[in-house]
């Protein structure tokens, strides 16, 4: 009978990374999904922000209306701002953690203008999809931010005691390292067999 090995929990900082690679993929599909909308299309990637797709399609559907393309061109500035805030969180975010609390603020406010679907869009299966990836990121970021606080956690720990920082880290059984004396002397009695 055969059980299976658990799983080895992540560490604070590998679930701090992934919180900032799911980042990364939301800053990406959501400009995809700008240019898409630029040029036409339809489709739409799931795993972004909502709010700069709104923004754009009501700027684009004002300037059909009324034939000012200023509210298109303002519409796309409004969504490249939002995508150029969740890039300068993801790129800051590596040495401040802090800009990790910004991006969830931020996919917060882009859950509110997802709602907003609701009333523009009719209620289909794509949405509930879009729901589905929502709540992924958003849960992908709070875990960003709990990994935050743990790691500042240890960092307080590791500067409130020292000397348990100061320790080495326990030795590795598998890879062991020859004493210097004993290589020493090894060294020697390969010396003294080629003499003789």
Not at 69 to 91: D, H, K, S, T
Request: glycine share 6%; proline share 5%.
């Amino acid at each position: 009978m055969t059980t299976k090995k658990a799983k080895p929990q992540q560490t604070p900082e590998q679930r701090y990374n992934a919180a900032r690679g799911n980042l990364m993929l939301v800053v990406i599909f959501t400009a995809i999904n700008v240019v898409m909308l630029m040029l036409g299309t339809n489709t739409q990637f799931l795993f972004s922000a909502a709010f700069p797709s709104v923004a754009y399609a009501v700027g684009d559907f004002l300037t059909v209306e009324t034939g000012i393309e200023l509210f298109r061109v303002g519409a796309l500035m409004l969504a490249l701002g939002n995508i150029g805030l969740y890039l300068l969180c993801w790129f800051c975010s590596k040495r401040h953690r802090g800009f990790m609390v910004f991006a969830l603020i931020l996919f917060i406010l882009d859950c509110l203008a997802f709602l907003s679907k609701f009333v523009l869009y009719e209620i289909d299966a794509s949405i509930a999809m879009d729901v589905v990836f929502h709540i992924w990121v958003l849960w992908a970021l709070i875990s960003g931010v709990v990994a935050m606080a743990a790691l500042k956690k240890q960092e307080r720990q590791a500067a409130l005691d020292p000397a348990q920082a100061a320790q080495p880290a326990p030795e590795d059984p598998y890879h062991t390292q020859p004493e210097p004396q004993a290589a020493a002397a090894e060294g020697e009695q390969r010396g003294t067999d080629q003499s003789v």
